[in-house]
């Protein structure tokens, strides 16, 4: 199965170029399946459903979320309606959505997709290694499923790397969100799960992580609540990676960095 996980989509550049451009990867990189994380999709905080839909449309197969998840009240009230949608599934139990899902492919194969945030200088939450557990239960890889993708969406690298090894053998993708800063570390682990600590977002990266850069940097100068932090409207970055499996065992065959347009150096998967 050939995979592309695109990173945090940040404010409105973020998603015009993501959605640009999600087509002709689709095409030309013959992708399978397309997850993108959207918790800062909308005005960079949050993600509404109707900025969902247009990913959807664009090709994406399934967004996943992390601490902003709620920063667009609406979605409380709408997730629950499209399973396309994920949250952090070491949320405690009775939060709307779900943590996983599952899609099935034109050709039948099937690839389940799990979101959950760690909690290292995080919002404090249930277990995120146990709620991967308790999903992974429920599938075997290669066997009831031919991938799992697994956003961990996470501030500490540790907690990215524990996260991967404890899944390592039993996850396609071990991938890190949130911190909007494409780490150089892909690799396919000894058990042969590509991982990456975290994919970068989609967005202006002249900018303080997506937010414009005054606004952003006078809030550490001055220690005191100022202007509203908006997103960055310049040229946007698509960053994340690609990863073919092996639909027998599930296993990661090929992994590589996805970069293009921005200010970020350009990488395109070769294969
Ligand atoms: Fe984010
Ligand atoms: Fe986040």
Not at 24 to 50: C, K, M, W, Y
Not at 71 to 79: E, F, V
Not at 196 to 211: E, F, K, L, P, R
Request: charged letters at 25%; hydrophobic letters at 45%.
């Amino acid at each position: 199965m050939r995979i592309l996980f695109l990173g945090d989509i940040v404010g409105r550049t973020g998603r015009e170029t993501v959605m640009e451009v999600v087509p002709t990867l689709r095409r030309d990189l013959r992708l399978d399946l397309v997850v993108v994380n959207g918790e800062n999709a909308s005005h960079g905080f949050g993600l509404s459903l109707p900025i969902a839909r247009e990913l959807f449309a664009a090709g994406v197969d399934v967004v996943t979320l992390g601490n902003h998840a709620w920063d667009r009240k609406d979605l409380i009230g709408q997730i629950d309606a499209e399973p396309r949608i994920i949250r952090p599934a070491n949320y405690p139990p009775g939060t709307p959505g779900q943590g996983s899902a599952m899609v099935e492919l034109v050709d039948g194969r099937r690839a389940l997709v799990i979101n959950v945030m760690g909690r290292q200088f995080m919002e404090a939450l249930d277990d995120p290694f146990r709620a991967v557990a308790d999903i992974m239960a429920r599938h075997r890889l290669g066997v009831t499923v031919q991938a799992v993708v697994v956003d961990i969406h996470a501030e500490a690298s540790s907690e990215k790397w524990a996260m991967g090894h404890v899944l390592d053998g039993r996850a396609s993708l071990v991938v890190g969100t949130h911190t909007h800063t494409p780490t150089a570390d892909h690799r396919i682990l000894p058990g042969g799960t590509a991982y990456q600590t975290d994919a970068g977002m989609c967005g202006d990266y002249d900018s303080v992580i997506g937010m414009g850069k005054e606004a952003a940097i006078a809030r550490f100068l001055r220690r005191m609540p100022g202007e509203r932090l908006q997103p960055a409207e310049g040229v946007a970055t698509v960053a994340g990676m690609m990863v073919e499996t092996d639909d027998a065992t599930g296993l990661a065959r090929r992994m590589a960095p996805l970069r293009m347009g921005g200010l970020l150096a350009p990488t395109m998967p070769d294969f």
